[in-house]
């Protein structure tokens, strides 16, 4: 299809010709609209209702966007990670097409144009605004932008920046374009991800820490966004599509790590498009209820602005989804297919690609056991039908062969180790959120331990938690052979009269027997650094440059440490270590010992300075 412009006079001529639809609305866009697409982390399509089911009299989340957009009901990621689904409407095309396939290290190829190369090679100034993990400039998503801003100053006070701070940056670039000159820009907020972090409404009043109050914060700031462009007179002469990047899942499905889910809890997602409008008349936020792919977005960015995709088209057909802008009545085939697919497992090198596809009510997931849904009589995907059935049958074998056609084959979940994955990943959500672990999650670590005894994470989780909540009979008991610090620290905590015998390590032997001088050949330098500022033998000048040192790291340390909690609560899905240490560092084992309880209480209190 053309431009936005070009569907101005399509309408034109229905209302005069007095044929249009009573819904349908006149209006006029500029002839180069400016366009802001707001991306959300984890929005997902029942992350708010638009007042849909809101009796109790509370404002409705997302106001303006409910009250002025076309809202599609059932729209899907391409990915269950960002990362892919946000190269995919820069490009208009499928994961398994452009490349980017996970969160990790990989880069958009410079062979694909963006809708940001093409809006500037026309004169659009353009800009992207990250708000933190996982999307970085080592993306590639700078390719066409003007402006790529992800220096956030990760801290222990703040490891992300929250949507208030992107919108207030987008606010002042858009303040600073000369005259009246069109953009293209994109905000990725990051805040659902951070479920831990406090937040506060604009009275000051401090919520409770959770996925919904992230949710909250994110439509206060777009509510403080909307307002400033209405006082600049250019809400209604700009595209604005609030996009979610993939849905939130707080109910798992028995098996089904979050970043290999394709159901719909995992990849429905949000997506609502208000137009750029000179002139509005009637009701205009209509509901569309066909099946919609984030990569139809991309399509539909590069015709509202009047931009060829040039030869890089997808085999699968993304459809253009400007008509829905001007009647609720969609001009594409309802039963197309759509695919969504997930490469976590390869990243993590758990696995292949996992791919499914869509089609009408149809849900097909190509794994081993494959399966078929009908969403029509079983809107929850949990009752595959009977493949023995012909008419399935028929369904199933089309699907599949449209996907070995694309170069997938069926999922192997690898059995006994993706159950291990997907209970880590389970556990460590709860595990690592900024509070004590409740009885009943410490009960499940200690028993998924005991049936995995030779997974050293599992055994280090373990570790490091009865480290930090002074439980030495578990340490005690997690002590074995080759781990004779565990045994000391525990025994000494204990105050057991049991000997240990010494190791041939030095920094241990520094730590366990403390004769002459060890340190020196200490090869663990935060250790070395620890042994030497709590040796009373030392000089002045060498205990404080130790001191020094030894902060330093362990605020470092803490901070790398908080980082990857927060990548576990979040699914496993940045480009980080995964969890904490396999081990308790050497360290922290001394400064568990009785011996060391000043130097302990010095580095807490310089932690918390640092953390407030």
Sequence with gaps: MGSFSSFSSLAAGLLLAASCLSSCTSWRAPAKPSTL?????????????????????????????????????????????????????????????????????????????????????????????????????????????????????????????????????????????????????????????????????ELGEVRESSYQSQVMEVSESLSDLVRELKHRKVWDSTNIFLVGLNGFVSDRRAGEPGATNLFFESTRATLMLKPARKMKEGPYNWKIDSNVSLVDLGVTLFNVLGLSQGGQKSKLNPVSLEQS????????????????????????SHGAVRAALRSGPYFYLFDENDQLYNTLTDSLEVTPLLLAEPSVARLRDNFASTLRDLGYHPWRSRGSEMSLQAAKA?????????REPSTDVLNRLSKLSRRFPDDRELLGWRANLALQRADWVELKSLAASDRPAWLFVAETNLETKKKVE?????????????????????????A????????????????????DAFLISSVSRTLTDRIARADMVAGDVWDVSSGRWPEPPLSDLMLALPSFKKYRATVRAKIASESR
């Design 426 to 434: 389970l556990l460590a959500q709860e595990l690592w959120r900024d």
């Design 37 to 201: 697409v707001i991306l959300v982390e984890s929005l997902g399509f029942n992350s708010f209702s638009c007042g849909d089911s809101n009796s109790s009299g509370e404002d409705v989340l997302f106001e303006a966007f409910c009250r002025e957009s076309v809202r599609f009901t059932h729209a899907y990621a391409p990915s269950p990670m960002s990362q892919p689904t946000i190269a995919s409407i820069l490009t208009g095309l499928y994961p398994v097409e452009h490349g980017v396939r996970h969160n990790g290290p990989q880069a958009l190829a410079a062979r694909y144009e963006t809708i940001g190369e093409k809006a500037r090679e026309v004169g659009f100034r353009t800009s992207f605004f990250s708000g933190g993990p996982p999307i970085f400039r080592r993306s590639g998503f700078n390719q066409g932008m003007d402006v790529f801003e992800d220096g956030i100053p990760v801290n222990m006070k703040q490891i992300y920046r929250p949507a208030s701070q992107v919108v207030n940056l987008f606010l002042n670039w858009q303040q600073s374009l000369p005259g009246k000159s069109p953009y293209l820009s994109f905000l990725f907020l990051a805040d659902p991800q951070f479920v831990d972090q406090p937040t506060a409404n």
């Design 528 to 547: 070395r650094d620890l042994l030497i500022w709590s040796d009373e033998k030392s000089t002045a000048d060498s205990r404080n440059r130790a001191m």
């Design 502 to 526: 010494l190791p041939k390590d030095a920094c241990l032997k520094a730590m366990l027997a403390r004769v002459g001088q060890p340190e020196k050949n200490c090869g663990d330098a935060p």
């Design 325 to 348: 802008l001007v009647s609720p009545n969609p001009d594409w085939d309802s039963d197309r297919k759509i695919l969504v697919e997930s490469a976590w497992p390869v990243w993590k």
